[in-house]
């Protein structure tokens, strides 16, 4: 049996300021996670474009939006940053079919907590702490190529409550060593399009370099860029000439 | 086995329009919405308050808030003229443990579009049809006390797609004359909070004196006014005393 | 961006009896519903076998099995036929990965009942009616190529209450002129193996040869093939050699 | 607002093999699980009766069954000593509403995998671990009462990947010293039923005295024990009067 590729054009955006700003992030990241994340998916066979806060609006043109397939979003310091009519214009595009990744600190951005509806808090601790992330639905096409678990050597912490609803399917589940635990690959279908959350990815951790990381991140695009159906209708129905009582 | 009531403060929140300014809408609901759905509710225990649109604060004042269990929400004509500083507070309560139940063409609703993070779109015609709404979950609470499907002679259509996430619990289903499909008995857990939205209720109708309509509101706001765990906290957690590798 | 095809190897499996006693039924399907649906797939670049109920073993050897990745399956009126030993066979060929779509009357199959744990009844009349599918999920990959509804002028009526476990997905709701509704799309991950549950297909009308019904057999084949992630170990674990309070 | 209580019939059944052969396990519970529950949750209001595999038909009669609400379930070392028929009586009465518990090792029970449809196989390790039962749900009622997470000092580890259909609620994930998950507190919807998985509960640990795991269970009895909608008639549906294309 073949397997599957896409081909999805992916726009992966990165809020870009850690990276520029601390030395230590600088080091892990020297081209930026977006730059990171576009070399790691290199063989994946997706179209590649990057976009970063700082540009003129985000990089999220509506050429680009128009273009995209899916998009991957990482932010973290800046979430307040982003404007709001490029939110919105994301979030009409999210709708309409277009995917979207959202990564780690990203739990926070506008457009996710605009998506989820609900605060999407969550417990955290800097502490170098070793994260396994069990697959708990070994069936879903996004564990595609992993093994039991991921094991990262140091992490940024997450643990619950993680103020999300329900996913409709929970892929991840992590275990720290603090004693935490959280759902950390949470799919979702909202509109046309598909929204998957996965939490690896604290700036100052090689954690974009990890192949497994990679791997679900590829799964989840192609997972995200896959064609529903049509697109609906909304709105008044005229009356049907059958089926009304008395009216036919 | 006895019968669960769970004495909810309930505050039923009505737009009040229509019932004043439309003689068709009038004659049906006299006292408006809310009074009616008011005394429909009377046999279940409640502790009953209502608020409408042009109240000051929209009648839900922090007080007001602080002190409602379960809040129904029926509006039309005039979503965009709730305030968004109300539309934030409400959201904040139902993440805090308020239960919600949206009625008909609350779906538009601000405070449902929020939670819901969709277009909350769908079809919709008014044709005096026939409306099935058939039990899909009949191990629900929100289901007790009716029959296999309540009927309604006449309702105003709503059709699929209806634009929301999938629901945590779906427990009803409508058929519509017409030909069209509508997931009419949605339940979600949101935050500490839990929201059920049910369809019926076309503000020319006589619906809310519908016995078995009242029943299934009556069995959401108990369902939704039910007390989960702890309020969690969130944010920073300190470097726990034991388990993380060097620090013990 | 690139349609996904899966080269899957399918195993179409039809009990084959209605075809072969009932000449109503001889006229729809001449060569069988198996080769019906084989010719109407024959487009979606899948490896085709077939096998029936009367063949050696039902034609599911431990060879058909292990080189199978989806199995479609057509039942209705010799579901106790099908010996226990194979029915066992393929249970855990799906909890080991293996694709099953499960088709009308298939709701009744030993096997369909065996993954669910419920009792699969529904409610049926056979009365010439007009069923419509309507997409409520058009996210879903399974509504791929498919408009709003999917328009079948004659079916037998299947309603709620459809005793299944609530699907993990819900791609399709029906409407009967008649008066019921039915949740005709639905899709379940199984351990490492995925579910679809696909309502039409009586044996009388030529619901096999409308091509929105073959697209939606196609899709759900592409999505029940789709690789997961590696098989679990189960059972006991051994002592970690870390991390056990005291055992460092 | 009142707090419910269902004042459920609840038949708590045990093994009751290990109490009786094992002095570890005779000294923790010296009067058998079933009675170390019943006398824990004997503040809830319930109406509590026991039965044990080795009475008569393992307790539960016909006579029993039908006037049992909730059934809570302890098995481990006899899975395959319980009745077959015994099994199919619980499992119909699960689909005709009767609320079942299952715990711990209660997971490779019969009745438990005819229900899930899946192995229910897990990872498992007796290394008197610290388990921390974190809520993921605070909005459900089953985490009624408890703080953010249930700690137990030792207890049997069981991890993921745990063989079953995804629960329609998830309210507790499990973190264990070794390093695994584990969904611990699985609801589902089956039939006119409900059933809760819970899993604390190795033998040889006084979990069933700590507070939070017996507030649990009671929760799970009232959550279990609510009534739902009118029992569904399945089977042929005559043609209705009107309707159907040219019948009216």
Redesign the interface.
């Known amino acids: 049996?073949?397997?599957?590729?896409?081909?999805?054009?992916v726009t992966i955006w990165n809020e870009y300021r850690h990276e520029r700003n601390n030395p230590i992030v600088t080091k892990v990241y020297p081209e930026g996670i977006h730059n990171a994340l576009k070399e790691g998916l290199a063989s994946y066979g997706f179209e590649i474009g990057t976009a970063t806060l700082d540009e003129p609006q985000h990089g999220l043109t509506d050429e680009v939006l128009e273009s995209t397939?899916v998009l991957v979003w990482w932010g973290h310091m800046a979430h307040d940053d982003v404007d709001d009519t490029i939110v919105e214009k994301v979030h009409n595009r999210v709708?309409q079919?277009m995917g979207l990744i959202v990564l780690h600190s990203g739990h926070y951005a506008k457009i996710f907590k605009?998506?989820?509806?609900?605060?999407c808090?969550?417990?955290?601790?800097e502490?170098d702490?070793?994260e396994?992330l069990?697959?708990?639905?070994?069936?879903?096409?996004i564990?595609?190529?992993?093994?039991?678990y991921i094991e990262l050597p140091q992490e940024e912490?997450y643990?619950?409550?993680?103020?999300i609803?329900?996913p409709?399917?929970?892929v991840f589940?992590?275990?720290?060593?603090?004693?935490?635990?959280f759902?950390s690959g949470c799919a979702?279908?909202?509109?046309?399009?598909?929204v998957f959350y996965f939490r690896p990815g604290h700036e100052s951790y090689p954690t974009y370099y990890n192949k497994d990381v990679l791997r679900v991140i590829a799964n989840a695009v192609?997972w995200a860029?896959?064609?529903?159906?049509?697109?609906?209708?909304?709105?008044?129905?005229?009356?049907?000439l059958?089926?009304?009582?008395g009216?036919e």
Do not use: C
């Open positions: 049996m073949t397997e599957s590729t896409s081909g999805a054009r397939d709708l079919g605009k998506l989820m509806g609900t605060s808090a969550l417990k955290w601790r502490a702490e070793k396994r069990w697959v708990v639905n070994p069936s879903h096409p564990a595609a190529g992993i093994g039991e912490m643990g619950e409550h993680f103020d609803p329900a409709d399917e929970l589940v992590s275990w720290f060593e603090g004693g935490e635990v759902r979702y279908y909202r509109g046309q399009g598909k192609n860029a896959a064609t529903g159906g049509a697109t609906p209708a909304y709105g008044h129905v005229p009356v049907p059958e089926r009304i009582r009216r």
